[in-house]
């Protein structure tokens, strides 16, 4: 019997002033059986969210469609256990001679099914642990004694049963990212729904919160018979959890599969943006194998992807260049106490792409933010082009120096008009007025947004409001850029075009410092790394001494790309088989051969 | 994955000492955590009526008062937050009770039992004329400006060579004009100036350290449940005010992060006048509000999603404290307390006093 049944629904969201937008839905098909584990995936902006909220009845219900335009904004239907969530009666409401149509069908009511959503922050609506789990059952109608004992068994389910003799004590600011998206979890299975879906639930999380998160919904699945939709974009996970898989793209469903059989279609898969498995990649483009036998695990790769010739080498800087950044034995303690670095360590060299690596609460974006000069250093010697970062003089010229492009563009989009953006930080430092059109008219080239320059910066795309920071640091012309997280919450896409630009830049001879907690990132892009736990630096070297280790990986609480992976793997058996240690030194090992 | 990686060892949880309030954080067994969020309100309100009756200029009560800071330190100290509070707020709260001793002597001349000191500081005439300190003091201030274009330490230099001229003989000076305006003005430090400026001191320095106890030590989270508690108060207040309380904890997250944003954007590299730091100040608002509308449509989805819609009636959960004897003693006590000195004119200092003199007889 299916859960939840789409038919041929289209929908636009309505807009504020002027014309209509686009339909965000053209023509979704989609069924989900009961005890179902249904994952979606597909490019950012394709519509994943908007079918999620359809299933709710979020929309159209919540969303204030004009009362004589129904027609134009919703059409086809969604059910959930044979019930109508969302529906229309187009010949109803007849003004004017003719029918505007009518919204039939109520949102779905907890605890049939919740929804958790991708921002942690955002869906944590009280101001205490017990408060915010207990919310839903209130509303409920429980009584205290059923509430305590569900929220308790709640919190159990999703590991943090810790927590609950002191719940109520427990602000959201004493969580961790992992932990709040986790109680978001426990506060709809609180409810004991039938139906749970989770958007994107791990996009802003380190790997250790992810893993939380996954092993917290894996479990559930087991334990508890339970339908669960799952919006993702890593193929890892869709892969191992996931009962049927849905592509979704331009608000249409292009394909529904089992795992094996949807990510052997790999020509599909990649031409349509989504994102698709290293070994895949790798056996597919360096044509060692049929679409149809594409490896998706390192044991299926290992047996294709055995005939390599060459050795690869490291792209490394002359060890002599120039220490643009020297930080030796760095402290740093807020004001209310903690300390955030306890002997930190970092050296970059000019003309370096440097990775800087570790989970949240690391210490990483406090290093970031002293090199920058918004944090002042407590104790240790940190340098920069030689100068002492303890000097408040220093201190203060420092954003000259030192580009940070933070890792939410919404919060560092100053004007109105992507022009006056790129301008701004010019204007800051007293650039001659001579030389900031040309300086800003470069810097948006190079992003490649020079058409958008009088467009208003708020109502860019994600993505290209990331170029945008890019560009407004690039303009300022800086010895070293620090990109801050460039990768999270986004597309296949997405990424290749902001790290094609990374790569032009380091190849222009620029210095960049990554902050990321993408691994494959780190392999493709950045030679070295530094890896911080706990406010002190645990590595410093080149990214293949620290994929190829198990022992660093464990010590670093670190994963490996399938990539590396697969050649360690590979070397256990034979010991002459190169380190390979990205998609592009495999391809080009595997040319080689053939 | 293990259940190792379920548990994690940096969680909050088993063991933890401190809650979150306000301001800051208290100590869990704070004494004050026990007490109904009404309570709590009542006796600042209390207390600090009371002090106002302590520190009237007729019949100061300095020993009241400072029974009561005594008290508010103790409290303080028991909640866990008196380091904290000295370390964020010594430096505007002493100042303050400084000037206030200061301009209460100044400024209330009266003569008391005894005079410390008495000087007369303005004799009641108006001379217009000039002395050499005068021109002294010009002829610095100008000179130091035409060479160094500055005008600080020239003040400064000035004032006190003219101070120190004033003092001698050689502050020759030539009056034009004389005339009577206003009376004299003399000031007097006198036993009865000094106690009732100490008296006062005590007594405001009591009201702030308590209204710090209170916003200290009471949890947001006890605000909406005391709201709860109104009778006919309609759910959606409630609602409101606990979801605007957090937004503002969000929004405060963001300010910082926006505004570290801007200064690695360059802002604070030219030193710049005060019209120009409003200004950058202004540009914080388009971030700003751009993700306080990103964030109140996730808020609200996330609000149906769990099945609020308008007129719903949750249940009352535990957030409604109940109100414990102590609860009930404790504003009782802070009313007789609030009568005794405000109608019945008690003071503690002549009590004392009184029982002194009556163990001495």
Redesign the interface.
Known sequence: MSLVKIENLYWRYPAFVGELNPWALQGVNLEIEKGEFFGITGPSGAGKTTIC?SI?G?LPH?MRVPANMVNEHFTGSVQVMDKLVGGVNPEANVVDGTPRGELLGE?V???LA??V?Q?P????????L??EV???????????DE?DERVREALYMV??G??W??A?????????GG?KQRVAIA??LA?RPDLLILDEPTSDLDP?GK??V???V?RLKEEHDLTVVLVEQDPEILFDFCDRIALVCNGKVDLVAEPEEFYSQFEFLDEKGAYTFEVSRIAYRAGVCSEKEVPRSIVEARSILTQVTGEPKDDLVDPVSEKVIEVNDLWYRYEDGTVALLGADLVLRRGETRGLLGNN?SGKTTLA?IL???YSPWKGECRVLGEDVFQRRVR??L??KI??V?Q?P???????RVYDEVA??LG???VPEDEVEPRVREALERVDLADLADEDP?FLGKGQKQRLAVA?VLA?RPEVIIVDEPTTGQDYRMVSSIMALLEELHDAGGTVLIITHDMTLVANYCQTVTVLRDGRTVFEGTSRQLFSSPDLLEKAQLRAPQAISLSCELRKDRAEFPLLLNEREWLEALKRET | ?S?A????S?????G?KW??TFLFSMR?DSPLAGLHAITKFVLVLGVSLVLMGMISTARPDPVGCILLVALAFLLLWLSGVIRWLFRSYLVVIFPMLLSLFLSWIVFNPNPGTRILFSRQTYSGVLNVGVSVAMVLFVVIIVGYYLFTKQLYWGIIGAVIVALIISQTPLNLSWTFVSFPFHQPLTLIISDQTVYVAATKVLGYGAMVLMTFLLVLTT???EVVGALRKVPGMPYVICLFS??M??SL??AM??FS??R???????????KKNILAKIRDMA??T??LI??MM??ST???????????EMG?K??????VKPFHIVDYLLIVGTVVLVVGVLAAGLNITDLVLGLVSGLRA
């Open positions: 909220k709710m979020l919540a949102p009511r907890p605890p919740g929804m959503f921002d922050e955002n869906q944590f609506l009280t101001m205490s017990l408060y207990a919310f839903g059952l209130q509303l409920l109608g429980l009584e205290s509430i590991g943090l810790h927590l003799d002191n109520e004590n427990i602000h959201p600011a004493d969580l961790s932990q506060s709809f409810m250790i893993s939380e996954i092993a917290t894996r609460g933010k920058t000069g918004i203060r010229e954003p000259m580009g940070y933070f939410n919404d919060h560092q989009i100053f004007t109105r701004y930080g800051c430092v007293a708020l407004a300022m | 994955m259940e990686t379920l548990t994690d940096t969680a909050p949880g088993r933890q809650v979150r869990i949890r947001d989270i606990s979801l309380l957090r904890n969000i997250i963001d992060t926006v570290q944003a801007q200064v690695a954007r360059g802002v604070n590299v030219q540009y914080l388009v971030p751009a993700n990103r964030r996730e808020i609200s989805d996330a609000l149906s999603a769990r099945g609020y719903s949750p249940t009352v959960y535990r957030e």
